[in-house]
């Protein structure tokens, strides 16, 4: 058998993260795991998320368990690659991330105006924290990776993601770019408070400018979260 290989790919909130988890779940050799340290996540602040007694209940709340099976716990079937969709700001603040050092990381960015103006449709107030951008260029600055922009992936699925294959040292695959629609059992037990719209998708969708404008409240934050991104997508492929 060949060696396994795990990737960890750190997004913030509203990018195309589950449609990535969908193009890497089509592959013959690939397990996916949905956002991992969800529950921990919870646990530690308290917040009420929609789903938050079932996300509790339906993953470990030990951070430690958590990396534990993310770097050493097996593959199901003949996969031999796994795809660890991660939201950034979930990482564990006690967690060294040398703990994480055997994966091979990469980062899914999205320029800020963009998040904060759909991340607001669902939180009225985000913070900086919310976004998940300092914690990205923390791993990023610990790791190094490849860096993905979701403008990037909608425009050329192809060729970003055959890039991003071959940054992550695996073959590309034709079945990533698409996926039969639907739920899938290795969706998160919130997948109906947030994956409408993946359950719908049978691949990438097209590049959409953004036209609504950023809300006055939040033309700070996201001068605050430019620098984060910014700094990320200059690193990013280029197909």
Request: glycine share 6%; with cysteine; aromatic share 8%.
């Amino acid at each position: 058998m060949p060696p396994v290989v795990r990737i960890a790919m750190w997004s913030g909130p509203r990018n195309i993260s589950t449609a990535m988890m969908r193009a890497w779940e089509h592959r013959a050799d690939c397990a996916v795991v949905d956002e991992p340290f969800y529950a921990c996540y919870l646990n530690a602040t308290g917040l009420d998320h929609p789903g938050r007694e079932e996300v509790l209940r339906s993953q470990p709340t030990d951070w430690r368990v958590v990396v534990d099976q993310l770097t050493r716990g097996p593959l199901p079937g003949d996969a031999t690659v796994q795809y660890q969709k991660h939201m950034a700001h979930h990482l564990p603040r006690e967690l060294d991330p040398a703990d994480l050092a055997g994966l091979r990381h990469a980062f899914l960015v999205r320029d800020p105006a963009d998040v904060v103006v759909s991340y607001a449709k669902v939180r009225a107030e985000p913070t900086l924290e919310d976004l998940g951008l300092p914690q990205q260029a923390e791993l990023y600055a610990r790791f190094g990776g490849a860096v993905v922009d979701a403008r990037d992936v909608l425009q050329q699925p192809e060729p970003v993601l055959r890039a991003l294959c071959d940054a992550l040292d695996v073959p590309f695959d034709d079945a990533m770019l698409g996926w039969p629609a639907g739920r899938r059992a290795t969706d998160g037990v919130w997948a109906p408070h947030w994956y409408a719209r993946a359950w719908e998708s049978t691949g990438f969708a097209a590049y959409e400018p953004r036209r609504e404008p950023i809300p006055d409240r939040l033309l700070g934050l996201v001068e605050r979260c430019r620098p984060y991104y910014e700094a990320l997508a200059a690193h990013r492929i280029q197909a």
